[in-house]
């Protein structure tokens, strides 16, 4: 029996779990990984269940009735799945052009197909149009990073920084639930004495923990940023010899923030004065100190500013680039980190370069052996895509790979009808999730334990995913069906399905790039226990620590921005009188394809729950457990009640698991890096009949 060291298939943190080929199929077990240190979630422990899971796909499915996607699917060969697609994409590209045909990717894939997928669609398609759910994830921190600090690497250090930190600072983030074996972290870090403070509108388990627990109303974090450094400035707290020495545009900021006293910070954000001195005295004295964002602070019509809020109070404070201490953003999905570096965003090209930089494009269409003027420019963003669907000039053949945007994705009901308004649907999934349930084709992929690849971390440790079972004998690797496809459209020479040659290409495509793979092979991975990127050559030790002598800037030096607090783009009113936020249960994954599948998980936590303050329900005549409407200006859901007197009265929080939470949603883009308004729109909130949970 030979063990196979990989990593999980769900989060960013990307633990190690060590599989054995077992009757019936595997036995999986914690690894003694750097990141998880022997730790699993629930859902990490529980992930074999779905390698023969009785949903599976096995084999491709096309409708009984071409062209009519309200006819069955039935099971159909790989020959005529592929001749399908390539008649519609054939038929679009006459008729409409090539950027009517387009993909739309997924964190999750591994660094090859994120890189085949892009290549694929600039390449074999040779269109514009591809983007990611990347973009509805934290696009806004990583657009605040690049900006600000010339590169964007979600954690600049490693993990284990974390424990070694005196006051840490965590806005928006529930690692408790969302990524469970890194609280070891933090706990080591209490044990030592270190202090924790929580931004979140709920006393999450994450917040239960810490030393300090800040309650913002949601969408104001911003003037919450903002008002710390005015405090900051007032007492004296700024680091000027660091402000001075590493960084430029500052006074614009000192300006600014100038206006943010305690009292209007107070009024906006519910968060009293006293609790605001105390944060920012705790981050500027006990140090070394750290502050972290995640999705709370980030997916907001003002996400970028926001995120760019609390990098300016760490360059004031002289935070970055120390020790065990600094800025970060905290990844998600798996390859949440190398998914937003290969190419599979809009406007990019591998090595985290742009597809507007003439050099960058003379450099990878060098790699790829093309002209570089056959590479389209930059297309539309993931929600722009997904809303002009179907439309003169939108995509009318979409592919989609590794993304549920039939749940995930916000004002759903909108999006379902673009896709349903498609001339042609192709959706590549373990399972018929809701998205490939509304398919002409659907394609039966490998999972994670089937599949070599790598996997860049939330610390930007590239990883090695290895197999340790074939996948079942009619499902093709994705790897693999891009390659066929591209065969089929006469593009094949351009293409391979071997997961390391295709590592190889984007090792030299990377190169010279921000981030850059060059150096990094299977064997230093495997010798290495992951490698941090960048790593320009196969001496280069990679990069651990980001930041400690410069910035990737023009200077060398970090760019505060300033940044104005903006109302959230919609406010509660008489009709809609209520803040409805999203997020994560612990139990579940993203839009729940894999997880509502797993029956630990589901006996664990069956359907979704609206959590509502017990003032909030005793108006409304809810009781804990009875079903509510929760109504919005875009649609409707209804949900089981679970009182808590851990949520602002004025809110209520809907995980997105499951259907529902996105009928809701507002589709509010940030103007810099468009991410949607995920986590605040306006609802109205009743008791429902009880009919089970329902969505309008
Ligand atoms: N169990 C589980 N774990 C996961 C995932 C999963 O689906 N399930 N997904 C993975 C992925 S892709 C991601 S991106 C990460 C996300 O990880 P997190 O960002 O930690 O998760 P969320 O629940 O989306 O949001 C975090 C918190 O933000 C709070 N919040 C809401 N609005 C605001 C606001 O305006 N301001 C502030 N300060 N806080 C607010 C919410 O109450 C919530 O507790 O988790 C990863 N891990
Ligand atoms: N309301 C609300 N909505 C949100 C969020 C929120 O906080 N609130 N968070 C947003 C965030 S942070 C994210 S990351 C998105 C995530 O939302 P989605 O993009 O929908 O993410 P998943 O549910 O992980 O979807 C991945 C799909 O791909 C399949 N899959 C897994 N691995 C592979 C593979 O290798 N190849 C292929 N072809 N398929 C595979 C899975 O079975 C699953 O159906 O949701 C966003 N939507
Ligand atoms: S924390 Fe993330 S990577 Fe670790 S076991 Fe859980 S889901 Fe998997
Ligand atoms: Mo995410």
Redesign the pocket.
């Known amino acids: 029996m030979t063990a196979t060291q990989t990593h999980c298939p769900?989060?960013?943190l990307q633990c190690g779990m060590t599989l054995t080929p077992e009757i019936p199929r595997v036995r999986l077990e914690p690894a003694d990984f750097p990141v998880n240190r022997g730790g699993l979630?629930a859902?990490g422990f529980s992930a074999a269940d779905l390698l023969d899971h009785p949903d599976r796909l096995l084999t491709p499915l096309v409708r009984k009735e071409p062209g009519n996607r309200d006819s069955p699917l039935r099971e159909a060969s790989w020959e005529e799945a592929y001749s399908l697609i390539v008649a519609a994409i054939g038929k679009s590209r006459e008729r409409y052009g090539n950027d009517s045909v387009g993909a739309f990717g997924g964190?999750g894939l591994t660094n090859e197909k994120a890189y085949a997928l892009g290549k694929f669609v600039r390449v074999a398609l040779r269109s514009s149009a591809i983007d990611y759910n990347g973009r509805f994830?934290?696009s806004s921190a990583a657009t605040a990073a690049n900006r600000s600090l010339g590169v964007d690497r979600g954690l600049p250090f490693p993990l284990a920084d974390v424990a070694k930190a005196r006051t840490v600072l965590l806005?928006?983030?529930?690692?408790a639930?969302?990524?469970p074996p890194s609280m070891q972290y933090l706990d080591e870090g209490r044990a030592a004495g270190a202090k924790h403070i929580v931004?979140?509108?709920?006393r999450?388990n994450?917040a239960a923990g810490a030393y300090l627990h800040l309650q913002?109303?949601?969408?104001?974090?911003l003037a919450l940023a903002n008002g710390l450094l005015h405090i900051a400035l007032k007492e004296g707290l700024v680091d000027s010899a660091f402000v001075e020495e590493r960084t430029e545009g500052f006074a614009g900021v000192r300006a600014a923030v100038n206006s943010y006293w305690p009292e209007r910070v107070e009024r906006i954000t519910g968060v009293p004065e006293a609790q605001l001195r105390e944060t920012v005295r705790l981050l500027a004295t006990e140090t070394p100190s750290m502050i972290l964002t995640?999705?709370?602070?980030e997916?907001?019509s003002n996400g970028t500013d926001t995120a760019q809020a609390w990098l300016n109070l760490a360059l004031a404070l002289g935070l970055v680039g120390r020790p065990f201490s600094g800025y970060g953003t905290?990844?998600?999905?798996g390859n949440?980190q190398g998914g937003r570096e290969h190419g599979q965003k809009a406007d990019q090209l591998p090595g985290y370069r742009r597809l507007d930089d003439p050099a960058a494009r003379a450099h990878v269409a060098g790699v790829w052996g093309i002209d570089p003027d056959e590479l389209p420019m930059p297309g539309l963003s993931a929600y722009e895509m997904l809303d002009r669907l179907g439309t003169d000039g939108g995509v009318r053949v979409l592919m989609v790979l590794a993304s549920n945007i039939a749940v995930s994705a916000p004002h759903s009901n909108h999006v379902i009808e673009r896709l349903r308004s498609l001339d042609f649907l192709v959706v590549s999934d373990i399972f018929e999730s809701e998205t490939a349930a509304l398919a002409d084709v659907v394609l039966p992929t490998a999972q994670w334990a089937e599949e070599e690849g790598t996997m860049t971390n939330l610390e930007g440790r590239v990883l090695r995913r290895r197999r340790a079972l074939p996948p079942p004998p009619m499902v093709k690797p994705d790897l693999t069906v891009l390659a066929d496809l591209a065969e089929l459209l006469g593009r094949g020479r351009f293409f391979t399905d071997d997961p390391r040659a295709v590592f190889d290409e984007l090792r030299r495509a990377s190169a010279g790039g921000l981030a850059d793979y060059n150096g990094i092979t299977w064997e230093r991975i495997d010798a290495e226990q992951g490698v941090f990127w960048p790593c320009p050559s196969e001496d280069h030790p990679g990069t651990p620590r980001l930041f400690a002598d410069g910035f990737p800037r023009p200077g060398g030096r970090a760019k505060f921005i300033r940044v104005e607090h903006r109302d959230a783009a919609e406010l509660p009113d008489t009709t809609y009188p209520y803040v409805l936020?999203?997020?994560?249960?612990?139990?579940?994954?993203?839009s729940g394809t894999q997880t509502r599948r797993v029956k630990a998980l589901t006996v664990a936590l069956p359907e979704p729950r609206a959590e509502i303050h017990p003032d909030l329900a005793r108006r409304h005549g809810i009781a804990d457990g009875d079903l509510v409407e929760l109504r919005s200006r875009r649609g409707a859901a209804t949900l089981r009640a679970r009182l808590s007197d851990g949520i602002r009265p004025d809110t209520v929080?809907a995980p997105f698991?499951w259907p529902g939470a996105n009928a809701l949603t507002n589709p509010a883009l940030d103007p810099h890096s468009k991410m949607p308004a995920f986590?605040?729109c306006a609802v109205s909130i009743a008791p429902a009949a009880p009919e089970g949970t329902q969505i309008r």
């Open positions: 769900y989060c960013a979630c859902k964190g994830c934290m806005v928006g983030a529930n690692p639930d969302a990524m931004v979140d509108p709920r999450t994450t913002p109303s949601p969408g104001t974090d995640a999705r709370g602070a997916q907001h905290i990844t998600g999905q949440g936020t999203t997020g994560r249960n612990m139990q579940h994954y993203q929080f698991h986590k605040v």
